[in-house]
């Protein structure tokens, strides 16, 4: 990967974690006056002229207002709501499968509120009806989950473990 192509943290000016660009978009707005380094990676940068370090984290100097972000809905953001568990039986196994409570065909749609996870055997079993017209049970009742800042950014924290003072409840590494 090229040095411009390394992940770069972008904080809003409350220092809330706001996205991750790379560092060609990163020097851009620090040249710009839009942000400023809070944090340099060991990792130069050389131009004809000069070398600097190549920034990690990066505040914005004005505040970015933006909307809430949403959990995306998608198979494995089903099982890791249902805590990885069949929603009829409860098991937990690693061989699950997506479950329209209302079959699609009775008109339930491809939605959170419509969405669990289930076992293969207990998804044979309920076939292609409700859970009342198959005499089955819910353990929960399926919502849309609340999106949390730990949770997008996630897949970055395993690579930067620098950035985890920036996010509240991560587990901090030692």
């Known amino acids: 990967m090229s040095a411009l192509q390394t992940s ?19 020097i851009v707005l620090l040249d710009h006056g839009k942000a400023e380094v809070i944090e340099e990676s060991s990792a130069l940068l050389r131009s004809f002229r000069a070398a ?5 984290v990066i505040r914005m100097v004005y ?6 972000p949403q959990a995306r809905l998608s198979r494995r ?4 709501r249902d805590n990885f568990a069949c929603q009829y039986c409860g098991i937990k196994t690693s061989d699950l499968t997506l479950d329209h409570v209302t079959p699609r065909h009775q008109g339930g749609g491809h939605s959170w509120e419509n969405l669990v996870a289930a076992c293969r055997a207990c998804n044979h079993r309920k076939a292609g009806r409700t859970p ?8 929960s009742t399926p919502r849309r989950p609340r999106a949390t800042l730990l949770g997008i950014f996630r897949r970055y924290l395993e690579s ?3 950035w985890q003072i920036f996010f509240p409840g991560a587990p901090h590494a030692s």
């Not at 953001?77 to 890791?80: C, K, P, Q, S």
């Not at 009342?132 to 353990?139: C, D, G, I, K, Y």
């Open 8 to 26: 770069v943290l972008v904080l809003n000016q409350n220092y809330e974690p706001l996205n991750v660009c790379n560092v060609k978009r990163a």
């Open 52 to 56: 600097f370090r190549i920034p990690s």
């Open 63 to 68: 505040y970015i207002k933006r909307p809430r």
């Open 77 to 80: 953001e089903v099982f890791a």
């Open 132 to 139: 009342e017209q198959a005499r089955m049970t819910l353990r």
């Open 160 to 162: 930067h473990p620098g």
